[in-house]
């Protein structure tokens, strides 16, 4: 039988997360979004709530929750502000997860219960300016010099870049392809490392978008995430954190399509045309309704993934159908809400358009749509579609 309620702790934490967010972003969301830039003084009040330690262990100083309830947090830091969610889900989730699953007990040790309550921030360093989807091919190298690594490239459109104390900096240290990248947790504050902060983006203005700049960061073997036996993984390590972080933007996206929702039918019922409100007129409803089919659909496809991986269970694939879905659903909801509103859904008093905006970049992050289609159809053929 399938079941799809909630534990009474999973409720609980829904509501204590919408009532945190209600209460400490949403009422200061469009002006950290015209001032591009959270106001940071959030983040260790939303460390208190645990988004940040959700799914470290206890004993790396987390919750050590399940994945469902991951995937309601972010889902509602997705209807409140995804500048926020990416915050969180790069920081604990992109970073943290790699640290927990691939680094030695050294790196869980240093890193993890830092990241566990936001004392410390991370970023994730993979997409370069010549290199988005063809991660593979990275050109960022990091050279062998006596016991340490000197570590030179670029980075971009990094999250929480100029915010991050470490970075995970993907980089070359074998021959070409896949499987001469190794990992790197790199600190922020190293000589030769410099994060420049990218300005006026379409959406997500509130959050940290970053370009990297790494001169001969030099850093100690020690910090090669796995250790010696990390060398090569770069890649896989890439790939494998990305999976569980599609979970997240998944997540996220069904936020933004549940925010359009409440938006579109509140302000449906005050706006009145004709002698009524225009929640009364069928081609409203129809939009509505549509909106509604969304975010239905969306959460049970994000759910069904976090089911598979609480379960131990094979959820790549998941992950792509979840990702590719919400992402563009959320652009669908968010341009159906701005139909909705009319005039009002074209300027930022009302949430619609920030939503649009915001939504309109899932769909390119953390693997494209297009990207997705390929991971499907390669999975039902069982035929590559990459050369």
Same mark, same amino acid.
């Given at each position: 039988?399938? @079941?799809?309620?909630?534990?009474?702790?999973?409720?609980?934490?829904?509501?204590?997360?919408?009532?945190?967010?209600?209460?400490?972003?949403?009422?200061?969301?469009? $002006?950290?979004?015209?001032?591009?830039?959270?106001?940071?003084?959030?983040?260790? &009040?939303?460390?208190?709530?645990?988004?940040?330690?959700?799914?470290?262990?206890?004993?790396?100083?987390?919750?050590?929750?399940?994945?469902?309830?991951?995937?309601?947090?972010?889902?509602? #830091?997705?209807?409140?502000?995804?500048?926020?969610?990416?915050?969180?889900?790069?920081?604990?989730?992109?970073?943290?997860?790699?640290?927990?699953? %691939?680094?030695?007990?050294? $790196?869980?040790?240093?890193?993890?219960? $830092?990241?566990?309550?936001?004392?410390?921030?991370?970023?994730?360093?993979?997409?370069?300016?010549?290199?988005?989807?063809?991660?593979?091919?990275?050109?960022?190298?990091?050279?062998?010099?006596?016991? @340490?690594?000197?570590?030179?490239?670029?980075?971009?459109?990094?999250?929480?870049?100029?915010?991050?104390?470490?970075?995970?900096?993907?980089?070359?240290?074998?021959?070409?392809?896949?499987?001469?990248?190794?990992?790197?947790?790199?600190?922020? @504050?190293?000589?030769?490392?410099?994060?420049?902060?990218?300005?006026? &983006? #379409?959406?997500?203005?509130?959050?940290?978008?970053?370009? #990297?700049?790494?001169?001969?960061?030099?850093?100690?073997?020690?910090?090669?995430?796995?250790?010696?036996?990390?060398?090569?993984?770069?890649?896989?390590?890439?790939?494998?954190?990305? @999976?569980?972080?599609?979970?997240?933007?998944?997540?996220?996206?069904?936020?933004?399509? $549940?925010?359009?929702?409440?938006?579109?039918?509140?302000?449906? &019922?005050?706006?009145?045309?004709?002698?009524?409100?225009?929640?009364?007129?069928?081609?409203?409803?129809?939009?509505?309704?549509?909106?509604?089919?969304?975010?239905?659909?969306?959460?049970?496809?994000?759910?069904?993934?976090?089911?598979?991986?609480?379960?131990?269970?094979?959820?790549?694939?998941?992950?792509?159908?979840?990702?590719?879905?919400?992402?563009?659903?959320?652009?669908?909801?968010?341009?159906?809400?701005?139909?909705? %509103?009319?005039?009002?859904?074209?300027?930022?008093?009302?949430?619609?358009? &920030?939503?649009?905006?915001?939504?309109?970049?899932?769909?390119?992050?953390?693997?494209?749509?297009?990207?997705?289609?390929?991971?499907?159809?390669?999975?039902?053929?069982?035929?590559?579609?990459?050369?």
């Amino acid at each position: 039988m399938v @079941d799809l309620s909630l534990t009474e702790e999973q409720t609980a934490f829904r509501a204590l997360a919408r009532e945190f967010l209600d209460r400490e972003a949403i009422p200061h969301r469009t $002006q950290w979004d015209r001032d591009e830039s959270v106001d940071l003084a959030i983040v260790p &009040k939303m460390a208190e709530i645990g988004f940040f330690g959700l799914t470290i262990p206890e004993e790396y100083g987390g919750l050590g929750g399940d994945y469902l309830t991951y995937s309601l947090a972010m889902e509602e #830091l997705g209807r409140a502000d995804s500048a926020l969610r990416g915050i969180v889900s790069v920081s604990s989730g992109l970073v943290g997860k790699s640290i927990l699953f %691939h680094g030695t007990e050294e $790196q869980k040790q240093e890193w993890l219960p $830092q990241l566990a309550v936001a004392a410390k921030l991370g970023c994730f360093g993979l997409t370069e300016p010549g290199i988005g989807s063809d991660a593979g091919n990275l050109t960022t190298r990091a050279v062998k010099d006596g016991g @340490d690594y000197l570590i030179s490239g670029q980075k971009l459109f990094i999250t929480n870049g100029t915010w991050a104390d470490v970075a995970l900096v993907m980089a070359r240290t074998g021959g070409e392809g896949a499987r001469g990248i190794s990992a790197f947790l790199v600190p922020t @504050d190293a000589p030769g490392f410099e994060a420049r902060e990218i300005k006026g &983006k #379409l959406g997500l203005r509130g959050q940290a978008t970053a370009e #990297l700049f790494l001169d001969d960061v030099r850093v100690p073997a020690s910090a090669m995430l796995g250790g010696e036996a990390g060398e090569g993984q770069g890649f896989k390590i890439a790939m494998s954190t990305l @999976d569980k972080g599609r979970l997240a933007v998944a997540s996220g996206c069904v936020g933004i399509v $549940q925010g359009c929702l409440e938006t579109s039918v509140a302000y449906a &019922k005050e706006r009145t045309q004709f002698g009524r409100p225009i929640a009364g007129f069928q081609l409203v409803q129809d939009m509505i309704a549509d909106i509604s089919l969304d975010a239905d659909a969306a959460r049970l496809l994000a759910w069904r993934c976090a089911d598979l991986i609480d379960r131990g269970e094979p959820y790549r694939v998941a992950a792509s159908k979840a990702k590719l879905y919400a992402s563009e659903a959320a652009v669908r909801a968010a341009n159906l809400a701005i139909q909705i %509103h009319g005039g009002a859904g074209y300027v930022d008093e009302y949430p619609a358009a &920030k939503y649009l905006r915001d939504a309109r970049v899932m769909t390119l992050y953390e693997g494209t749509s297009q990207i997705q289609k390929l991971l499907i159809g390669r999975d039902e053929t069982g035929i590559s579609a990459f050369v």
